[in-house]
């Protein structure tokens, strides 16, 4: 087992949560562990509700609550998850440019051309900011992937994974991508930022081609462009949320669907897990909300039927949980399907 013997043996999982920075208040170093947690603080480009930017600290808050027996996993949590430095810096450029997506979307909700030199130019200056992002977080990635550690991303909007991925691709000859969400994320350049959160499989289409297949859980809310995409690429699986559902009202049972979803996907696998894929009583604040989903349960169980296959995961990230001052439980979830994803991912990778 790879950690600080000393610094675990003085933890008390028992006890009460520490609020020491890291997520779940692990004493974990990076280098030691064997799961490294990257923050991605950054929600540029949302078309709708915004604020998860600020998902990492908020998490890491809520998960100091977390008691640590996984049923699913016994005690694989020893051999570390370590948390690495947040780059707060990202947070503040998320900020000022999240302002001038604001004006753009403005701009083009009422009636204004894309062609606009207004326009133009801010989109300009908001695709080589998500660039500079998408730079900065395969960076840390690769620095990770480098040391032989497991890497997954709290994110931030449905962009921010896009950087892991590209490094994980750079390492891995063949790997498919189970997406949990409530949309398909399959536009291009959606109201002209290159790196939308709505674009992110469709950039990993384009740029990723170690990625042979998409397997797209719960997606119930996209366009006819992206119906159409999903259906002409043999490396995109859709199982809808409503022809799950229509499965279910036959009398499928959800092992059987899990377990056809799995079968999809390669040997080695990355999940991608967006929180609006759940129910909505699960993240009522999160970006765009849309009605229908997982519960989180049955998220869980496909999680776990896709380990008990005999499947890698590679890698993984946890995204668009929106905090809100009023309620935590967009945090509360977002923080256990966070626990639960990287007791998982060790499972997965044997002692």
């Known amino acids: 087992m790879k950690f600080n013997r000393m610094e675990l043996n003085a933890f008390d999982p028992d006890g009460v949560g520490v609020d020491n920075g890291t997520y779940f208040g692990l004493p974990f170093e990076p280098g030691t562990a064997e799961l490294v947690l990257v923050s991605a603080p950054w929600d540029v480009t949302v078309s709708y509700g915004a604020g998860t930017a600020h998902a990492p600290d908020a998490v890491i808050e809520a998960s100091t609550q977390l008691d640590f027996h996984e049923p699913l996993a016994p005690g694989v949590w020893r051999r570390g998850i370590a948390t690495a430095d947040v780059d707060y810096a990202l947070l503040e450029e998320s900020q000022r440019l999240r302002s001038d997506a604001e004006k753009v979307i403005a701009h083009l909700e009422g009636g204004g051309s894309p062609e606009d030199d207004y326009a133009v130019r801010k989109v300009r200056r908001i695709n080589e900011g998500c660039r500079a992002m998408n730079a900065n977080i395969g960076a840390q990635a690769a620095r990770w992937l480098d040391a032989g550690k497991t890497v997954g991303l709290v994110g931030g909007d449905h962009s921010t994974p896009y950087g892991l991925i590209r490094a994980l691709g750079d390492r891995h000859g063949e790997f498919g991508i189970l997406h949990i969400d409530a949309h398909c994320d399959l536009r291009d350049a959606y109201e002209g930022f290159e790196f939308s959160h709505a674009s992110i499989m469709f950039n990993v289409l384009r740029d990723v081609p170690s990625v042979k297949k998409i397997a797209q859980v719960a997606v119930r809310d996209f366009s006819g462009t992206e119906a159409a995409l999903a259906a002409s690429s043999a490396r995109v699986a859709t199982f809808d949320d409503l022809s799950l559902a229509a499965a279910m009202f036959r009398g499928e049972t959800w092992d059987a669907l899990c377990r056809r979803i799995v079968d999809a996907l390669p040997q080695e696998v990355y999940v991608s897990f967006d929180i609006d ?5 699960n993240c009522p604040h999160t970006g765009t909300p849309v009605c229908g989903g997982l519960t989180f349960n049955q998220a869980v169980w496909l999680l776990d039927t896709l380990v008990r296959s005999g499947r ?40």
């Open 312 to 351: 890698r995961i590679i890698g993984f990230d946890v995204v668009e949980v929106a905090p809100a001052p009023e309620a935590k439980v967009d945090a509360i979830t977002g923080a256990r399907m966070l626990w639960k994803l990287c007791n998982l991912t060790l499972k997965s990778n044997g002692q």
């Open 277 to 281: 894929g759940l129910t909505f009583e």
